[in-house]
DNA sequence: TTCTCCCTCATACTTTAGTACCAATACCTT
DNA sequence: AAGGTATTGGTACTAAAGTATGAGGGAGAA
């Protein structure tokens, strides 16, 4: 019986294969695949006041027009702007008026709403 | 020569030992850990207005005073005003007169910029 | 009930804002 | 040189904003 021989080595050799397959797995630590997944954070931006150039080339406002803009946006009245700027009353008026209609608004109020919507001052 | 069986079989053994820790390290899946960075990222902030109710109450505004400050804040006149809420133009020169006072300010262009300053209108 | 706010409205007044002209100067472009 | 625009300023006027003061009614607290 030659065939003894055979299956007395094959069983060995399979019992011997299984307990290799079990002490890989005893004893190899798990291959560990790192996926970076990044997380985004949405930070409260502290006031970034982003001047929206493109709006306020829209505008058409002359330089002068623009710094009448930028006092009134801070509350100043026009008296106030014209010592600021060493202008006379009435030439702060000229300006006011003539932004007010680029602006397309009517009081100096709606002026400040409307340049703080469009970013054009802070 | 008995030892010699004894090796052969060990010879064996360990052959088919070794080619069952090959097999498992071939077939084991790779075990894979998810590693999250968390990744700060600055987002432009789309127009997050939260009212600071700290400030607004420091003001001791009456409920009307308020409505009338948040009508200015958007840039509308008195008689404005005075059309949305009902009320005589009379009324409204009262309350924005009396909410002046609590704010310290003279006019309402200094108004709007101390509310949005402070947060209490959008 | 009396006292105190709040809300309402009025009259009278002052101040600020805004409009509608016009005009001189300067600078830049055609 | 001529035309356009920006800047400045003036006068005269109208409109809106703001102040001062008084007053009546309503709601809630002492």
Do not use: C
């Not at 002490?23 to 001047?51: D, N, S, Y």
């Not at 106030?80 to 030439?91: K, P, Q, R």
Request: zero cysteines; proline letters at 2%.
């Amino acid at each position: 019986m030659e065939n003894a021989i055979d299956i007395y080595v094959g069983l060995i050799a399979l019992f011997f294969t299984l307990l290799g397959i079990w002490i890989a797995t005893q004893l190899t630590k798990p291959r560990v695949e790192k996926v970076i997944v990044e997380k985004e954070i949405l930070l409260p931006q502290k006031e970034g006041f982003t001047l929206d150039q493109t709006e306020l080339e829209k505008l058409n406002l002359t330089n002068r027009e623009y710094e009448v803009l930028q006092l009134i946006a801070r509350g100043h009245s026009n008296a106030d702007i014209a010592n600021s700027l060493f202008l006379s009353l009435s030439t702060v008026k000229t300006h006011t008026s003539n932004l007010f209609v680029k602006m397309d608004v009517k009081r100096r109020t709606q002026a400040m709403e409307k340049a703080r919507r469009l970013q054009i001052v802070d």
